[in-house]
């Protein structure tokens, strides 16, 4: 029997199959943890400081992804002006962040061992940072207040403007 809430929404969207597939998911990242942070061994020339990589690398990852999709809803939203674009393009700009800054934060932790100090203005560190500042700026233009159309107009347009850095991040890194 199907059970829902005083409002008729669904008491919860989980199912039992759903369950295991997320327990199994979260046994996988804490073996995966446990590998890369405990067994692995020390590289022969970064040191212990290999180990950071393990996480800098998948965060950056997302980053590319969150962006990717940030300029995938922006525009879709602006052809078809669908509302679910617009959410999806502000939904993958704030995820985007985090996972922007959490790039910079392990990028810079594993720059101080290797490269002696936590930040050099090199292309790859400042067109990370100006990612964050660029995608911190699409979310507060997103908050300043208009009417929905004009406000999704004017963010799915920011965020085009948004992905524009990717390119430069991945050929500066490369």
């Keep these: 029997m199907n059970q829902t809430t005083t409002g008729g929404s669904p008491a919860h969207t989980g199912s039992r199959g759903s369950r295991i597939v997320g327990l199994l998911a ?9 590998f890369a942070l405990v067994l692995s061994p020390a590289d022969r020339i970064q040191g212990e400081a290999v180990r950071l990589m393990y996480l800098h690398v998948p965060a950056a990852i997302c980053m590319y992804l969150c962006v990717g999709l940030l300029g995938l809803g922006s525009a879709m939203w602006l052809v078809k002006k669908t509302p679910g674009w ?3 393009a502000a939904a993958a700009a704030e995820v985007g962040l985090v996972f ?6 392990t990028g810079m932790l594993w720059g101080r061992p290797t490269w002696g100090v936590y930040w050099v203005w090199d292309a790859r560190l400042t067109t990370t940072a100006m990612l ?5 700026g699409y979310l507060a233009l997103r908050r300043v207040p208009a009417a929905a159309e004009s406000r999704s107009r004017r963010a799915a347009v920011a965020g ?3 992905v524009i850095d990717l390119p430069l991040i991945h050929y500066s890194v490369t």
Excluded: P, S, Y
């Excluded at 922007?100 to 934060?105: E, K, M, R, S």
């Design 86 to 88: 617009d959410v999806l």
């Design 160 to 162: 085009l403007l948004v």
């Design 26 to 34: 979260a046994g996988g990242a804490v073996a995966l943890l446990v």
């Design 100 to 105: 922007t800054a959490l790039t910079l934060l």
């Design 132 to 136: 964050a500042v660029l995608l911190a």
